[in-house]
């Protein structure tokens, strides 16, 4: 059984620093590209982050320079290390994959779309005080 599994929100202040890890068993993340989404109480779902490779990366412009996404193999992880975080990040984060061979290559700085990803994790929710 295919499973992934978030880790790492809490509640922390402005300014603060949190690291979320998803988690997968069942499969390995190698050919999968992984992204990171989040929702808002009453707004929509967004993208944050994607990785398709270590030179294929993706961040909104709200996360840039404040957020990276990493995936460690060996631990069949991805990171997203979230810095100087703002109240407006608070949300429920979930990371999600979506199997690249299948679905083709994504294109450099992009993010693969909320309804092509083949799993996706329960989330984990971040709260930010101001």
């Known amino acids: 059984q295919v499973q992934l599994v978030e880790s790492g929100g809490g509640l922390v202040q402005a300014g603060g620093s949190l690291r979320l890890s998803c988690a997968a068993s069942?499969?390995?993340?190698?050919?999968?590209?992984v992204g990171w989404f989040r929702q808002a109480p009453g707004k929509e779902r967004e993208g944050v982050s994607y990785i398709a490779s270590s030179t294929n990366t993706y961040y909104a412009e709200s996360v840039k320079g404040r957020f990276t996404i990493s995936r460690d193999f060996a631990k069949n992880t991805v990171t997203l290390q979230m810095n100087s975080l703002k109240p407006e990040d608070t949300g429920a984060y979930y990371c999600?994959?979506?199997?690249?061979?299948?679905?083709?290559?994504?294109?450099?700085?992009?993010?693969?779309?909320?309804?092509?990803?083949?799993?996706w994790g329960q989330g984990t929710q971040v709260s930010v005080s101001s």
């Open positions: 069942g499969l390995t993340l190698d050919p999968y590209g």
């Open positions: 999600a994959a979506v199997f690249l061979p299948r679905r083709g290559s994504t294109e450099k700085g992009k993010m693969v779309p909320a309804n092509e990803y083949d799993y």
